[in-house]
């Protein structure tokens, strides 16, 4: 009933916008579900994200108002024709169905990969039983603690609109987030209305636009990877600035500022790429660049948003362990080489960097071969050149225009790698996986993709036609040829293996399932004790003691949203004990957690014991102020 009055919602207001602006219901979809977002990223802060519902519903209600209003200014006539171009629009039946036969793939969908398991998955978790975001030393995975959270806000909507966690949920959040950014660009491509082959025009549209992140993005089929999603803002981002004057004055202003920032919100490195479309407005419109002050304002916001994320991090004590340990550690440690000379000579160096050439050069994108054309980064690129040259001679690109795009284009190519290649000599330099080409050219797409990803999105939309351009506009036998020439690239070129793996015939990897499972069932008694601990309130973090055991992310999907800090304990009992009062302290842990414990611990830890009695394995304590340690049963029967 209520994901109902929602959908009926959402679609007055796409409705009543599309009216006013003169556009399907796709083609704003996007600003709606990022206004979403960025309206979950407000209610996150007060743990009253389920009042997105009300906000929309109130939203639905001003929009039919809205309608009203122009109906009676119009005539019911211009409103049943309004209906009939809307509703009738074959893009968005064929979008709909697109959706709901993937959802139906996804049925069942499990969190498989590191990255997914050991942050996104359980942030999202968190985020749900949270109804916000976590309490003051209270949020999951305090390794990535500072990562911005704008894609696991939308992807809470799934399993939100569902009525219950489950990670196939999570999933449809995920992959409809894509869809609506996708088929937007898919709307460019229409045929001329009453025409009989609308509808199979709508069918290769809304599906190469679904075929289109694997060409530069194939990590888009294999995880939530929130860096595909972050492409894609990006590549609407900077189409959006191109079609500028083809677009409704204030609604163009609108939705520039409220996709800059969810590009901003999405990833930490999205403020980079959101100055970056700031620029390329900036070189695009040079000369005829009016309004500075809204390029500012942009700036501005933009600054805010991401300001506004780092002092709530401050506040909460969230960090991000790598960021402020490991990775400058690690670059000092490169620095000290290049410094003395021993640079290449070090570990692995020499062969990342051979790895790293290689890679780019002749790696293909794609982890699995079939019919479609295996591009490999350079090879895609020299395709993006040479389309830019021919869409340049044809004047689909404004004259004089090319050499700002190529400038554009260098400039985010050059700085990504480069910033790639540091990370790859500072960051990743003990991940041995990446001499091997093949994982590193996987590192590269999905790093690099903004750059792949939106420069090819932002071609497609001058291959459309509907780029704004200072001469009239090409011929419609030239925007047919440029439409088909946009089409077989995208569907030579997609990962057509990958998408089969994820949607078709094998969407869960029965080895990795296998090892989830048995690592939860080695966790099983810290899951079920760790059931017991109010996670709602400040401080109440579990510090995971291990002896003798190993360790998997997983634990943190399944603990989530109870946070907690895993540390291995030595074999010296007071190096051990040592250890624990530093990380009690040093985590604000509530609780301790004993999974394993070296000879003579349970002895010296016995002091500790409220109850004098001797601590035991698998056991959870909570900790009091003083450093005492209370068995939870018998201190929450206690208190």
């Given at each position: 009933?209520?994901?109902?009055?929602?959908?009926l919602?959402?679609?007055?207001?796409?409705?009543?916008?599309?009216?006013?602006?003169?556009?399907?219901?796709?083609?704003?979809?996007?600003?709606?579900?990022?206004?979403?977002?960025?309206?979950?990223?407000?209610?996150?802060?007060?743990?009253?994200?389920?009042?997105?519902?009300?906000?929309?519903?109130?939203?639905?209600?001003?929009?039919?108002?809205?309608?009203?209003?122009?109906?009676?200014?119009h005539?019911?006539?211009?409103?049943?024709?309004?209906?009939?171009?809307?509703?009738?629009?074959?893009?968005?039946?064929?979008?709909?169905?697109?959706?709901?036969?993937?959802?139906?793939?996804?049925?069942?969908?499990?969190?498989?990969?590191?990255?997914?398991?050991?942050?996104?998955?359980?942030?999202?978790?968190?985020?749900?039983?949270?109804?916000?975001?976590?309490?003051?030393?209270?949020?999951?995975?305090?390794?990535?603690?500072?990562?911005?959270?704008?894609?696991?806000?939308?992807?809470?909507?799934?399993?939100?609109?569902?009525?219950?966690?489950?990670?196939?949920?999570?999933?449809?959040?995920?992959?409809?987030?894509?869809?609506?950014?996708?088929?937007?660009?898919?709307?460019?491509?229409?045929?001329?209305?009453?025409?009989?082959?609308a509808?199979?025009?709508?069918?290769?549209?809304?599906?190469?636009?679904?075929?289109l992140?694997?060409?530069?993005?194939?990590?888009w089929?294999?995880?939530?990877?929130?860096?595909?999603l972050?492409?894609?803002?990006?590549?609407?981002?900077?189409?959006?600035?191109?079609?500028?004057?083809?677009?409704?004055?204030?609604f163009?202003?609108?939705?520039?500022?409220?996709?800059?920032?969810?590009?901003?919100?999405?990833?930490?490195?999205?403020?980079?790429?959101?100055?970056?479309?700031?620029?390329?407005?900036?070189?695009?419109?040079?000369?005829?660049?009016?309004?500075?002050?809204?390029?500012?304002?942009?700036?501005?916001?933009?600054?805010?948003?991401?300001?506004?994320?780092?002092?709530?991090?401050?506040v909460?004590?969230?960090?991000?362990?790598?960021?402020?340990?490991?990775?400058?550690?690690?670059?000092?440690?490169?620095?000290?080489?290049?410094?003395?000379?021993?640079?290449?000579?070090?570990?692995?160096?020499?062969?990342?960097?051979?790895?790293?050439?290689?890679?780019?050069?002749?790696?293909?994108?794609?982890?699995?071969?079939?019919?479609?054309?295996?591009?490999?980064?350079?090879?895609?690129?020299?395709?993006?050149?040479?389309?830019?040259?021919?869409?340049?001679?044809?004047?689909?690109?404004?004259?004089?225009?090319?050499?700002?795009?190529?400038?554009?284009?260098?400039?985010?190519?050059?700085?990504?790698?480069?910033?790639?290649?540091?990370?790859?000599?500072?960051?990743?330099?003990?991940?041995?996986?990446?001499?091997?080409?093949?994982?590193?050219?996987?590192?590269?797409?999905?790093?690099?993709?903004?750059?792949?990803?939106?420069?090819?999105?932002?071609?497609?939309?001058?291959?459309?036609?509907?780029?704004?351009?200072?001469?009239?506009?090409p011929?419609?036998?030239?925007?047919?040829?440029?439409?088909?020439?946009?089409?077989?690239?995208?569907?030579?070129?997609?990962?057509?293996?990958?998408?089969?793996?994820?949607?078709?015939?094998?969407?869960?990897?029965?080895?990795?399932?296998?090892?989830?499972?048995?690592?939860?069932?080695r966790?099983g008694?810290?899951?079920?004790?760790?059931?017991?601990?109010?996670?709602?309130?400040?401080?109440?973090?579990?510090?995971?003691?291990?002896?003798?055991?190993?360790?998997?992310?997983?634990?943190?999907?399944?603990?989530?949203?109870?946070?907690?800090?895993?540390?291995?304990?030595?074999?010296?009992?007071?190096?051990?004990?040592?250890?624990?009062?530093?990380?009690?302290?040093?985590?604000?842990?509530?609780?301790?957690?004993?999974?394993?414990?070296?000879?003579?611990?349970?002895?010296?830890?016995?002091?500790?014991?409220?109850?004098?009695?001797?601590?035991?394995?698998?056991?959870?304590?909570?900790?009091?102020?003083n450093?005492d340690?209370q068995?939870?049963?018998?201190y929450?029967?206690?208190?």
């Open positions: 009933m209520i994901f109902g009055l929602t959908v919602s959402v679609l007055c207001i796409a409705f009543a916008i599309g009216w006013y602006t003169d556009k399907q219901i796709i083609a704003v979809m996007p600003v709606i579900v990022c206004t979403m977002g960025l309206l979950l990223y407000l209610l996150a802060f007060f743990h009253r994200m389920s009042w997105i519902d009300g906000l929309i519903w109130a939203g639905g209600i001003a929009s039919l108002a809205a309608i009203g209003h122009r109906a009676k200014r005539g019911r006539r211009a409103l049943l024709a309004e209906v009939r171009r809307q509703l009738g629009d074959t893009h968005l039946w064929v979008c709909g169905l697109l959706i709901l036969l993937a959802f139906w793939m996804l049925r069942g969908e499990m969190v498989l990969e590191w990255d997914g398991y050991s942050f996104w998955g359980p942030d999202t978790k968190s985020l749900y039983f949270n109804d916000g975001f976590a309490a003051q030393y209270g949020n999951v995975a305090p390794k990535f603690g500072a990562y911005t959270p704008f894609a696991q806000l939308i992807w809470w909507l799934g399993p939100h609109f569902a009525g219950q966690y489950n990670e196939q949920y999570v999933f449809w959040g995920y992959y409809a987030f894509g869809a609506v950014l996708l088929f937007s660009l898919a709307d460019r491509f229409r045929a001329p209305a009453g025409r009989w082959y509808p199979l025009v709508s069918v290769v549209a809304c599906t190469g636009a679904v075929l992140p694997g060409i530069a993005c194939t990590a089929y294999r995880a939530i990877y929130v860096d595909p972050m492409a894609m803002l990006f590549g609407l981002v900077i189409s959006l600035i191109v079609c500028r004057d083809r677009e409704h004055p204030v163009w202003q609108v939705q520039l500022v409220v996709l800059l920032l969810s590009l901003t919100l999405i990833k930490s490195i999205g403020l980079l790429w959101s100055l970056l479309a700031l620029l390329f407005y900036c070189m695009w419109w040079r000369g005829k660049l009016r309004r500075w002050r809204f390029v500012l304002g942009c700036a501005a916001g933009a600054g805010v948003a991401y300001a506004s994320w780092s002092v709530f991090c401050r909460m004590v969230r960090s991000s362990e790598l960021v402020t340990n490991f990775f400058p550690q690690a670059a000092a440690n490169r620095l000290a080489e290049l410094q003395n000379g021993t640079f290449l000579q070090a570990g692995n160096n020499l062969g990342y960097i051979k790895s790293y050439i290689k890679a780019f050069l002749f790696t293909p994108i794609h982890r699995e071969t079939t019919m479609a054309l295996d591009l490999s980064p350079a090879m895609l690129l020299v395709i993006l050149c040479v389309a830019i040259v021919l869409l340049g001679r044809y004047g689909f690109v404004p004259r004089g225009k090319g050499a700002r795009l190529f400038g554009f284009m260098a400039v985010c190519v050059v700085l990504i790698y480069v910033v790639l290649f540091i990370g790859q000599m500072t960051m990743f330099y003990t991940e041995t996986q990446y001499l091997n080409p093949v994982s590193a050219v996987t590192l590269m797409t999905r790093y690099c993709a903004p750059a792949h990803m939106g420069l090819l999105m932002l071609l497609v939309t001058f291959a459309s036609g509907k780029a704004t351009n200072a001469e009239p506009a011929p419609s036998g030239r925007q047919l040829t440029a439409a088909v020439a946009a089409g077989a690239m995208v569907f030579s070129c997609a990962a057509y293996a990958e998408m089969g793996r994820r949607f078709v015939y094998d969407p869960l990897d029965a080895s990795r399932v296998e090892k989830r499972m048995d690592f939860t069932a966790y008694a810290f899951l079920d004790a760790i059931a017991q601990v109010p996670y709602q309130q400040p401080g109440n973090r579990v510090l995971l003691c291990l002896y003798n055991d190993e360790f998997n992310p997983v634990v943190i999907n399944e603990a989530s949203p109870v946070s907690f800090v895993n540390i291995t304990l030595p074999d010296d009992p007071q190096q051990a004990l040592n250890q624990i009062d530093v990380s009690l302290q040093g985590v604000h842990a509530g609780y301790l957690y004993l999974k394993g414990l070296p000879d003579g611990l349970a002895e010296l830890l016995t002091a500790r014991m409220a109850d004098g009695s001797t601590p035991q394995e698998e056991c959870l304590y909570a900790v009091s102020e450093g340690l068995p939870v049963q018998k929450r029967q206690s208190g």
